[in-house]
C-alpha cells in the first residue's frame, strides 16, 4: 500500500518553471515505479513521464520531451518533475501515481497498471 502526496502545482506565466513534488508513504516504495500524469479539462488523463525504481528506465510524453525531467529519491521517497519553458498547453491537473513492478523492469506507461494515485495539483500557465 503507497499513499502518494503531490505539491508545487501553481499559476506561473509561460516560459516559467516549476518544480512538482510527491512524497510517498507506505511499504516498499523503491519498487515502484512512479509516474505524473496529467489531465486538462475535457481531456483524458495522460501519463508525461515515468520512472523506473533504478531510475534506468524513464518516459516521456513528445510533448514535454526536453522541457520536462523526472527524478526520484527512494530514501527519501519521493519523486519530482522539474518542469521547465512552460507553456500554456501545459495547463492541467498533475497526479503522481504508483505502479508495482520489479526493481529493473522499464517503466509502465499505461494508466490501469497504476494503482495508487495522489489527490493531484492543479498547475496553470498563462500566456
Known amino acids: 500500500q503507497v499513499h502518494l502526496v503531490e505539491s508545487g502545482g501553481q499559476s506561473v506565466q509561460a516560459g516559467g518553471s516549476l518544480r512538482l513534488s510527491c512524497a510517498a508513504s507506505?511499504?516498499?516504495?523503491?519498487?515502484?515505479?512512479m509516474g505524473w500524469f496529467r489531465q486538462a479539462p475535457r481531456k483524458e488523463r495522460d501519463l508525461v513521464s515515468a520512472?523506473?525504481?533504478?531510475?534506468?528506465?524513464?518516459y516521456y510524453a513528445d510533448s514535454v520531451k526536453g522541457r520536462f525531467t523526472i527524478s526520484r529519491d527512494n530514501a527519501k521517497n519521493m519523486v519530482w518533475l522539474q518542469m521547465n519553458s512552460l507553456k500554456p498547453e501545459d495547463t492541467a491537473v498533475y497526479y503522481c501515481?504508483?505502479?508495482?513492478?520489479?526493481?529493473?523492469?522499464?517503466?509502465?506507461?499505461?494508466?490501469?497498471?497504476?494503482?495508487?494515485w495522489g489527490q493531484g495539483t492543479q498547475v496553470t500557465v498563462s500566456s
Open positions: 501515481a504508483a505502479a508495482a513492478s520489479d526493481p529493473f523492469s522499464k517503466v509502465k506507461v499505461t494508466t490501469n497498471e497504476y494503482g495508487y
Open positions: 520512472i523506473n525504481w533504478s531510475s534506468g528506465s524513464m
Open positions: 507506505g511499504h516498499g516504495f523503491a519498487y515502484y515505479t
